[in-house]
């Protein structure tokens, strides 16, 4: 067990190192002048300044081995220029939109996972009843339904005709209590501050925004959990050992949770990491629609203003999140099962 | 042939497949559907004067026009063609670029065959429509730009698709028969390996066409996939997002901005859907007899 974690940890630094070099590749499409504003961290320095002179500086035109070298130093040290959209420096951005995005994706996490696991399995055990047919339905518009349009058509609904659910992050009244000073900002992740200052006011109003592009989130990326766990399901229920526990006598209830849904969860653990993608994908989208303030809507306004250090950073966080996420599930799939590990 | 019986059996692929030649059928008759406006550039959606405010379907608009008075039939029908377009493009050569390294990959092993997969992994690190989105701006907006960074970042599924399924089927007895009967490696893999791999590859191109046109189409909703004023379905859905909410008393004011496009991209993506979903069930030899 120990050494497949240690060679699954020798891979991580190959695969960051080569999104690195890919993001770079990326970057040698644009002229040195375009690629001036990824070094660049302080744009007082490009005021009234000759850029060949900043070219030389930053060593833009120099062989291209030496830029990647100077350029990934800039990298690991968390230099990753200025950006524009968002008034202050890639990383400072990060940690400003950060939380935000962190409340939406762990929200949905919940729904997407338990619901995923949940209605899949149960699809399989009703396999062609009522129950299954409906689950198919749901997964195969989901995975119909792009994003924008499930996001918009959610906000036609609730927001322009029921009037229940508001864009934005808060309401009026919730953001003034948040900005006031009696409201300490503990992490940034609303719904978690205002438990933790006992504001229930606050709390309920996140809530009440966060529903719709949660459920947005969750409901296009259900789909993949779902059909994974029901066609995995399917296949375990059809087993020998299945039938053995059924013939000892065993209980329904106990063939299908111990016996087989544990086994049947072995694919749809190995998908964590596309889930996660997805809901990178998704975020850019539902952060656009709801107006959150979010990592995804810096990114989508980065790429309206060629706001390139923004994006490249983000494209960097992405690969390296998705990686270390690639890397947990490799480890828990070890754990779940066995027959990995003695590879 | 057996096959496509099948498939029109199976009731969902039917309705999938129904949805398809309706989608054929508007594309191929596009100019006559709805006559552009000029002759060398059809993708030009016409605009009828300039006011921000959409206008309700009239017997001149029957759909009704978008915010900046661009005629929402007209772009629904050309869309038509530009989802076909970006789909068949995209789905064909990233497959056949992932065929190619995924065969490679598999046949030769080795050291080659450690280097393209994690070639595949580093790709696979970036999420689809963020890396989509960020190509596309450093390469230029504008529907060939768009497609190049689909293909891009769209040819590992196959890759990894062809090479697991031809590791496997590089064993089979038939495989190993043919080599003993002195057949080169070109030949094993082009007459004896690749058709038979090949068909998970095939249910996976259906399944992408509707995911490619959804990621183009979320493209342009961002602003940055096809150039403003261009018949494309996720163009007109962003035209839409400033008239979610109507008008006071009548909530429902704007409907049609919203739904015309909403309908067409969703059905587009949903035949293909159905279709990948009942071919996948008639070509997995697992799931066979269970229905």
């Known amino acids: 067990m120990l050494s497949y974690i240690i060679r699954r ?329 066995p027959r990995v590990r003695l590879e | 042939m057996t096959t496509f019986l099948k498939l029109i059996k199976n009731p969902l692929g039917l309705i999938g497949l129904v949805l398809l030649v309706f989608f054929v059928v508007v594309g191929i008759l596009a100019p006559v559907l709805a006559p552009p406006a000029w002759e060398h550039e059809p993708y030009r959606i016409p605009r009828d004067g300039y006011s921000s405010v959409p206008k309700p379907p009239s017997p001149e608009h029957p759909f009704g026009t978008a915010e900046g008075q661009y005629d929402i039939y007209y772009g629904i029908v050309w869309g038509t063609r530009t989802a076909w377009r970006v789909s068949l493009v995209v789905v064909s050569i990233s497959a056949l670029i992932g065929i190619v390294m995924g065969s490679v990959a598999a046949f030769y092993g080795g050291v080659l065959d450690e280097l393209l997969m994690r070639v595949t992994d580093i790709f696979y690190a970036f999420p689809f429509l963020v890396g989509a989105m960020v190509l596309t701006t450093i390469l230029g907006r504008g529907l060939t730009n768009v497609m190049v960074a689909l293909v891009a970042l769209g040819w590992m599924g196959y890759a990894r698709l062809i090479r697991g399924d031809i590791l496997q089927i590089r064993e089979a007895d038939y495989v190993q028969a043919a080599r003993a009967a002195g057949a080169n490696s070109l030949r094993l893999i082009w007459r004896h390996i690749l058709p038979n791999a090949i068909w998970p590859v095939v249910v996976q191109g259906t399944m992408s066409m509707g995911s490619i046109v959804i990621t183009a189409a979320a493209l342009s909703f961002l602003g940055v996939g096809a150039p403003l004023g261009y018949a494309d379905w996720g163009q007109l859905i962003s035209y839409a997002r400033n008239w979610i909410l109507g008008l006071y008393g009548n909530p429902l004011a704007y409907w049609y901005v919203v739904i015309y496009p909403s309908i067409a991209i969703t059905l587009f993506c949903l035949s293909w859907n159905l279709v990948g979903d009942a071919l996948r069930d008639i070509l997995d030899p697992r799931l066979r007899g269970t229905r």
């Open chain 1, 9 to 337: 940890l020798l891979i991580l630094p190959v695969v960051v190192f080569g999104c690195i070099i890919l993001v770079f590749l990326v970057m040698q499409l644009l002229s040195p002048y375009q690629r001036l504003s990824v070094y660049v961290s302080n744009p007082a320095e490009l005021k009234n300044v000759d850029f060949d002179v900043l070219i030389e500086r930053y060593g833009l035109d120099d062989p291209i081995y030496k830029q990647f070298a100077d350029w990934f130093w800039e990298v690991i040290h968390g230099e990753l220029g200025w950006s524009e959209s968002a008034a202050r420096p890639v990383t400072g951005a990060f940690m400003r939109f950060m939380p935000v995005s962190a409340e939406l994706a762990l929200w949905s996490a919940l729904p997407i996972i338990l619901g995923g696991i949940w209605l899949g399995s149960l699809s399989a055990v009703k396999h062609n009843k009522p129950l299954d047919h409906i689950t198919r339905i749901v997964a195969i518009t989901g995975w119909s339904l792009p994003t924008f349009v499930a996001g918009l058509l959610g906000l036609f609904l609730f927001y322009g005709i029921l009037g229940w659910f508001p864009p934005g992050q808060l309401g009026l009244g919730a953001s003034a209590i948040v900005r006031s000073s009696e409201f300490a900002n503990y992490t940034g992740i609303i719904t978690l501050d205002a438990v933790l200052n006992w504001n229930w006011y606050v709390f309920g109003d996140a809530v009440r925004h966060l529903l719709l592009p949660v459920f947005t989130l969750a409901y296009v990326s259900w789909a993949l959990l779902l059909r994974v766990m029901r066609a995995s399901m399917l296949e375990t229920l059809r087993q020998d050992y299945v039938t053995t526990a059924r013939a000892k006598g065993l209980e329904e209830k106990v063939v299908i949770k111990k016996h087989a849904r544990r086994n049947a969860l072995i694919p749809a653990v190995t998908i964590a990491g596309v889930t996660v993608a997805f809901l990178f994908n998704g975020l850019v989208i539902t952060e656009t629609i709801f107006d959150f303030h979010g990592l995804g809507r810096w990114a989508a306004r980065a790429a309206q203003t060629f706001d390139l250090p923004a994006l490249l950073g983000y494209l960097l966080f992405n690969g390296v999140l998705i990686v270390l996420a690639n890397l947990i599930v490799d480890v828990m799939y070890a754990y779940i099962d």
